[in-house]
């Protein structure tokens, strides 16, 4: 579940607002977006993936809040690590850091051949 904003880290992109499928951010005219809606947060990461500024921490536990000892975050070097495993921004490239998060789309085309398949009603085989 999303965590910590470190408004100290935050340039006001409001990327994070846009991204979010929850809506769990409110937009700042000029500053930080504020965190409004924690309790609707499906913790999927998409904030901390548009973060270029690794403002954003969201804690695994998807299931309930997690109290978060913030300097602790910010002393275990885990600000920005999903960005950087996934392979984005000044990551694309590196071959250390392959981009493993569009591999989703095999789990997504997988899920789309099955729907398709369940809502065909011909049969699969030519009975002859
Ligand atoms: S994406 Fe990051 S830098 Fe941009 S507004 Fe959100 S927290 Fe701030
Ligand atoms: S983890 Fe996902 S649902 Fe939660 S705040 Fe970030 S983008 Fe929104």
Do not use: K
Not at 58 to 78: F, I
């Amino acid at each position: 579940m999303i965590a910590l904003l470190l408004t100290d880290r935050c340039t006001g992109c409001q990327r994070c607002v846009d991204v979010c499928p929850r809506h769990v951010f409110d937009a700042a005219a000029d500053g930080p977006p504020v965190i409004a809606r924690p309790a609707d947060c499906q913790t999927c990461f998409q904030c901390e993936l548009y973060c270029r500024a690794d403002a954003l921490y969201v804690e695994p536990t998807v299931d309930q809040a997690v109290p978060v000892d913030e300097a602790a975050v910010r002393a275990s070097g885990l600000l920005g690590v999903f960005r950087r495993d996934s392979g984005w921004d000044e990551w694309a490239g590196d071959p250390r850091f392959a981009d493993q998060h569009w591999r989703m789309e095999e789990v997504f085309a997988r899920g789309r051949a099955l729907q398709a398949a369940l809502l065909d009603p011909s049969p699969t085989t030519n009975p002859s």
